[in-house]
């Protein structure tokens, strides 16, 4: 059974850095992305940062230049570091994995989410 566990969320002032974590156990078949998303209260899910399986990442404009997603393959995770953190990045932060099984499809994993909330 595949499971995602985040870390390293939390309280932190305007300005401030945190790392985000996503670790993957169990078996994942050819993961194609990991991705960090976002949801603020009485907000839609978004995607914040993306990283594929060749290594090219992607970015929301709303954290372009402030955050940095990277992954360590050999140890199935995932990491959103966070810089210049402002209020409007406070949110639950969910860690997702796609994973593409020939002849079957995609298969989309979630983490349980971790708080973030920044300070003015």
């Known amino acids: 059974q595949v499971q995602l566990v985040e870390s390293g969320g939390g309280l932190v002032q305007a300005g401030g850095s945190l790392r985000l974590s996503c670790a993957a156990s169990?078996?994942?078949?050819?993961?194609?992305?990991m991705n960090w998303y976002r949801q603020a209260p009485g907000k839609q899910r978004e995607l914040v940062a993306a990283?594929?399986?060749?290594?090219?990442?992607n970015y929301s404009d709303s954290v372009k230049g402030r955050f940095t997603i990277s992954r360590d393959n050999a140890k199935n995770t995932v990491y959103l570091q966070m810089n210049s953190l402002k209020p409007e990045d406070t949110a639950v932060y969910y860690c997702?994995?796609?994973?593409?099984?020939?002849?079957?499809?995609?298969?989309?994993?979630w983490g349980q989410g971790t708080q973030v909330t920044v300070s003015s």
């Open positions: 997702n994995v796609n994973s593409y099984i020939p002849s079957y499809g995609y298969v989309y994993y």
């Open positions: 990283i594929i399986s060749g290594g090219s990442t």
């Open positions: 169990g078996s994942i078949f050819r993961i194609s992305a």
